[in-house]
């Protein structure tokens, strides 16, 4: 049997709801530099 996966508030990591928001806008953040990051070398 299975247990639950523990959420952010089990880990002590505060509350779930800021540190989703925080990750949502580090992704939006990292796909709108992507395209520039990868053709630098070229």
């Known amino acids: ?3 639950p996966a523990a959420t952010f508030e ?3 990591y505060g509350a779930g709801s800021e540190l ?4 949502e ?3 939006k953040l990292r796909e709108a ?3 520039s990051i990868l053709d630098f070398g070229s």
């Open 1 to 3: 049997m299975r247990t």
């Open 10 to 12: 089990d880990l002590g």
């Open 25 to 27: 806008e580090v992704s």
């Open 33 to 35: 530099y992507a395209p």
């Open 20 to 23: 989703m928001q925080l990750l």
